[in-house]
Structure formats: structure tokens, C-alpha cells
Nanobody, 121 residues
Framework: VQLVESGGGSVQAGGSLRLSCAASGYSTRMYSMAWFRQAPGKTREGIASIDSDDDTYYSDSVKGRFTISRDNAKNTLYLQMNSLKAEDTAMYYC????????????????WGQGTQVTVSA
């Protein structure tokens, strides 16, 4: 299983970014997948997940602003981030787990290397 994130960058507060996570070695439709982030000096936090039934879950910190989705034909996970705030600045990681109904506040088995998102006020 390999996960490769892309789409990070620098944006002003109020702006948008879309992160992508290309998966290989397995079929995304058979796994639960999630996005996590870690800001400097803080612990990693789960922020969004999608299960094998395509049900989505969000942390309170991003609910209403971020949208998780996936394209199983492309084996790719996405995170659309709108109304970005300075506190969203972090390294963002995608994760996958063979447990088809795992959610973002649980542990995930497979991880990508991360992509940096920086939001300036």
C-alpha cells in the first residue's frame, strides 16, 4: 500500500485548496480513508474520514469548510478545503485502513508522507 499526497501550498486566509492522495497497491473502495494534520508543536489530529459506504465524518474544527471525497476509478482521495484559516496551517496526511468502517478519531494503518499547507492571515 502506497499513499502519495499532493496539492499543498500557501494561501491567504479565506482561500481554498484541494489536496489529493493517490493510492496504489489496493482498491480504495475496499478501505476506509482519512485525512489527518499536524501543526508545529501539536499532536496529530484526525479531521475527516470516508468509509466503504462513502459515509463521511468530520471533526468540529473543519466541519462545514472541508469536504472529503474519493474517486475509486482513479484510486484517489481528495480533501477540498474552503474558508481556510491561519490555524489550518499544518502538514496534512492521508491514511487508509483495511477496516472498511474506521473513522478519523481512530488509528489508521497506512500513511502517506504528507503535504504542507500554510495559510497566512
Amino acid at each position: 500500500v502506497q499513499l502519495v499526497e499532493s496539492g499543498g501550498g500557501s494561501v491567504q486566509a479565506g482561500g481554498s485548496l484541494r489536496l489529493s492522495c493517490a493510492a496504489s497497491g489496493y482498491s480504495t473502495r475496499m478501505y476506509s480513508m482519512a485525512w489527518f494534520r499536524q501543526a508545529p508543536g501539536k499532536t496529530r489530529e484526525g479531521i475527516a474520514s470516508i468509509d466503504s459506504d462513502d459515509d463521511t465524518y468530520y471533526s468540529d474544527s473543519v466541519k462545514g469548510r472541508f469536504t472529503i471525497s474519493r474517486d475509486n476509478a482513479k484510486n484517489t482521495l481528495y480533501l477540498q478545503m474552503n474558508s481556510l484559516k491561519a490555524e489550518d496551517t499544518a502538514m496534512y496526511y492521508c491514511a487508509a485502513d483495511p477496516n472498511r468502517w474506521r473513522v478519523y478519531y481512530e488509528s489508521f494503518r497506512h500513511w502517506g508522507q504528507g503535504t504542507q499547507v500554510t495559510v497566512s492571515a
